[in-house]
């Protein structure tokens, strides 16, 4: 079955820009997390869904930042007048989210590199 | 704030050797998880392992968790090249609503040597 999607693959924009990031799902996943990986580094929690609703987005690392789930499925993650140090590889995952060991299944990322 | 730490950041052993990776973690935690990433990859998931004693094996991988000392260990046995890939934990500290927000190690890069 399909994975979680993530687009586009590759982003290059100038600071300041006004970037958006996509994310589906799998079907079904209840859970959707943003998580923002530097170079060489472990992943950082970003911000967490639970269905359409924004349970935790203490990991956001400015005002800057948004995203949103809508309708339950398909996340967005804005980043607004981007700077140097958003680069990084943006990454979403998702689980069922009804049981505590259910892994996270992770997207292959979005590659955002800032100008 | 939680740390988890991973020893060694970059390991480079031979074909057929055996080594482990160790995973610390700074707060009491029964969830902790072990990813797999290649190159310009995403994360694959492991290994999950939910209480204290747990051990889990997969191929020439072995994972086990010491939640007392706070503490996971990933095992390799008989190495392949076809193992080559950084290796991150995750603890979860997530909440009782299925946040399970994962903070992770900053990973081990595992180079193979033929």
């Known amino acids: 079955g399909a994975g979680v999607s993530q687009s586009p693959r590759y982003k290059v924009a100038k600071r300041g820009q006004d970037v958006a990031l996509r994310c589906d799902p799998i079907s079904g996943h209840v859970s959707l997390f943003w998580y923002q990986q530097a170079l060489g580094q472990g992943p950082e929690f970003l911000t967490y869904f639970q269905n359409e609703a924004q349970l935790d987005k203490s990991g956001l690392p400015s005002d800057r930042f948004f995203a949103e789930r809508p309708e339950g499925s398909v996340s967005t993650l804005k980043i607004q007048r981007t700077q140097q140090e958003d680069s990084a590889v943006y990454l979403c995952?998702?689980?069922?989210?009804?049981?505590?060991?259910?892994?996270?299944?992770f997207g292959n990322g979005t590659r955002l590199t800032v100008t | 704030e939680l740390k988890v730490e991973q020893n060694p950041l970059f390991l480079s052993m031979q074909e057929g050797k055996n080594y482990t990776i160790y995973c610390n973690y700074s707060t009491t935690s029964d969830r902790l998880y072990w990813y797999r990433q290649d190159p310009g990859k995403s994360l694959e998931s492991l290994f999950v392992?939910?209480?204290?004693?747990a051990v889990k094996q997969e191929g020439r991988l072995m994972a086990s968790l010491d939640t007392k000392a706070r503490l996971s260990t990933l095992h390799i046995t008989a190495a392949v090249h076809d193992l080559s890939a950084t290796y991150f934990c995750?603890?979860?500290?997530?909440?009782?609503?299925?946040?399970?927000?994962?903070?992770f190690g900053t990973g081990t890069r595992l180079t193979i040597i033929p």
């Open positions: 995952a998702s689980s069922l989210g009804t049981q505590n060991n259910s892994p996270l299944h």
């Open positions: 392992l939910l209480s204290n004693g």
């Open positions: 995750a603890v979860d500290m997530g909440d009782n609503f299925g946040n399970e927000k994962l903070t």
